[in-house]
């Protein structure tokens, strides 16, 4: 298929959904107050597992989480891309995400998207099935194998995860990877691309000042991208002229 020889890397919040599913879900269930006073003393991942145990200490079952995340807007040209992407093009879809496995599972299943995706990586969650409580817990474990990188946080260093995903598409021949993100968890994995793959900022975000601030530390080539229509158009030109170059035949 023509994007066989194109692995498309998302990140998740801000990027593929127009909100940031953690504070989406913190926000309706009212609990803001409580999030911003333990967003001091708290990092972000363990904050959000507070959350949950806040959650459920409300009376909230986990059928009303993810009521909350079926409501999270997503673009319809971002999921005509992505179905376009997995479905007529033959791409690997992958997400790397500092969310966790149940919020993006469920709104990925809502918009039909879930089997478009070949791996999500992303803070695992538990579900209690006895306690009826949800647990977040840390992609990476701080104490046994710390990431030692100073750009990410504790829990997630995307780049390493990137340098892993690189690792094993380099032994099945040449593949181009596209990279897709807005945050500033977004820019170690950026780093790591190399001169043939590409990385698609979102405009006006963290991660597109960041590259702007210094365009020749980054080796792909960048394309910025403000909305839905734009990562649309842009993603798929890009796969359709990685599959003309390599020039592949159909499998
Ligand atoms: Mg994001
Ligand atoms: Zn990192």
Redesign the pocket.
Known sequence: MAGSSTVVVFDFDHTMIEDNSDTWVVEQMGLTDSFNQLLRTLPWNSLMDRMMEEVHSKGKTIEEIAECLRRVPMNPRIVAAITKAHALLGCELRIISDANQFFIETILKHYGLFDCFSEIITNPSIIEEEEGRLRICPYHDSVSSP?G?H??PPNL????VIEQIQASISEKGKKKMIYLGDGRGDY?PSLKLGERDHVMPRKDFPLWKTICDNRTLIKAEVHEWSNGEELERILIQLIEANSTESNCKTP
């Open positions: 990431h990188c750009l990410c260093c995307k780049g390493l170690c």
